[in-house]
C-alpha cells in the first residue's frame, strides 16, 4: 500500500451555508451588512458543513463512511483507505494508478496540498524503515511536540528523569488550577497519540484536576521530565498480515476504598493499537470482581474493533486476555452465588 498525507487548503471556507446569515464591521463593509453565501472560520455551522461537503465528495469517489468510526473510508474495488482529521488527510492507495486517479477526483472540488510519505502529522514525527519482501515499519514519536513542551515548562537536560513518579514531597499547598488543567490536557494529548506508557500516571493526574496540590504539579512536571528523557521513543507499526490480535486486560487500586482503576490495551501483532487507563464506575469488593469488570471493557473495546475491521474486509476475532483466574473461570460459567450475585 502507498501511504500519502494530503492538506485541504481553506478547507471551511468550501462549506455553503443552508441558513441566513450577515457579517457587519464598519471599517469593511461600511454601514451595509455582507450576507454568507459559504462558511467562515468562527461559525457555528462552519464544520458540520465542511464534513458534509467532505463526505459528500468521498461518496462520490466510491467510497462509503465507516459508521463505528466517522473518520474512516473505504472502497471496496480497489481497497483504498482515508482517515480524515478535520482538513489532514491520511490515504492509503493499492498502486500508483488509482493513487492519481483519486487526486484527480478530489481536485475537482477542492485545493490539495500533497505531503508525499507522512513525516509529521498531528503532532507525531514518522519515520519509515524497509522491510523484507518490499514491506515497510513506521515508528511514531514525537521529539518536536515534547521538546516544546519541556520548553513552556522549563525543563532541560539538567532535569532530565528515568522514572515516572517522584519520592520528593512537597508542602501541601494549592496549585494554578488553570495552569495545572492545561499541563494536564497537553499530557493527555501525548499520551493518547503515542505514548502508552504514562497513560495510567497521566490519569492519576486528571483526577485531581478540580483540586491540584502543589505535589500534583511536581508530578505533572516529573512526567515531562521523563517525557523529555525518552523523547525518541514510540510505538512501531507493522504489516499486519494474518497476526494474531490481542487485548490485554488488568485493574487494581491504590487503597482498599478507592475504586479501581482499568487498564485495556489492544495489540495487533507486536504493535499496540489502542490503550485506555479508566476509573472503574463502582467500588469493588473484591480483586475477582475488578478485573471481571475490567474484561467487560475489554470486550466493549473488542466488539468496536471487530466492527471496524469487517468494514475493511477483514474477519478476525481477538483474543482477550486476563492475568485473574476468578474472573476467566467467572466468564465460562456465571453462576450467581455468594460473592458475585451483586455485580
Not at 470482581?289 to 469487517?310: F, H, N, P, R, T
Amino acid at each position: 500500500m502507498r501511504v500519502r498525507q494530503y492538506d485541504i487548503e481553506e478547507a471551511f471556507l468550501n462549506g455553503p451555508l443552508e441558513e441566513e446569515l450577515y457579517v457587519w464591521d464598519i471599517h469593511a463593509t461600511g454601514h451595509r451588512a455582507w450576507r454568507l453565501r459559504k462558511s467562515l472560520y468562527g461559525t457555528k455551522q462552519a464544520a458540520y458543513n465542511w464534513n458534509k461537503v467532505l463526505n459528500n465528495i468521498f461518496k462520490g469517489l466510491g467510497f462509503s463512511q465507516c459508521f463505528d468510526n466517522p473518520g474512516l473510508y473505504y472502497r471496496i474495488s480497489d481497497r483504498s483507505i482515508i482517515v480524515v482529521h478535520v482538513d489532514d488527510l491520511l490515504c492509503a492507495f493499492p498502486d500508483l494508478r488509482t493513487e492519481k486517479e483519486w487526486e484527480a477526483g478530489m481536485s475537482k472540488h477542492l485545493t490539495l496540498e500533497k505531503r508525499r510519505q507522512p513525516q509529521r502529522f498531528l503532532g507525531m514525527d514518522w519515520s519509515w524503515h524497509d522491510r523484507e519482501n518490499n514491506k515497510q515499519e513506521v515508528l511514531i514519536s514525537g521529539a518536536l511536540t515534547i521538546e516544546k513542551l519541556a520548553q513552556d515548562y522549563g525543563i532541560g537536560f539538567t532535569r532530565e528523569a528515568t522514572t515516572l513518579y517522584t519520592t520528593r514531597k512537597e508542602p501541601e499547598g494549592q496549585a494554578d488550577i488553570k495552569q495545572f488543567q492545561k499541563l494536564t490536557g497537553k499530557l493527555l494529548f501525548i499520551t493518547q497519540m503515542w505514548r502508552l506508557d504514562i497513560r495510567y500516571a497521566v490519569q492519576r493526574l486528571c483526577v485531581k484536576t478540580r483540586a491540584p496540590t502543589s505535589q500534583d504539579w511536581i508530578n505533572g512536571l516529573k512526567i515531562v521530565a521523563y517525557l523529555y528523557s525518552t523523547k525518541n521513543e514510540g510505538i512501531m507499526l507493522g504489516p499486519s498480515g494474518k497476526e494474531p490480535i490481542d487485548i490485554f486486560t488488568d485493574a487494581g487500586e491504590e487503597r482498599l476504598e478507592d475504586k479501581a482503576t482499568s487498564g485495556i490495551l489492544t495489540r495487533i501483532g507486536m504493535s499496540p493499537v489502542s490503550w485506555a487507563s479508566r476509573k472503574q464506575d463502582v467500588v469493588t469488593l473484591s480483586s475477582t470482581e475488578a478485573e471481571y469488570i475490567a474484561l467487560s471493557m475489554g470486550v466493549q473495546d473488542e466488539l468496536w474493533l471487530q466492527k471496524v475491521l469487517e468494514f475493511l474486509g477483514e474477519v478476525r476475532t481477538p483474543r482477550i486476555w486476563t492475568d485473574n483466574r476468578g474472573a476467566s473461570i467467572l466468564t465460562e460459567n456465571p453462576d450467581f452465588h455468594r460473592r458475585t450475585k451483586h455485580i
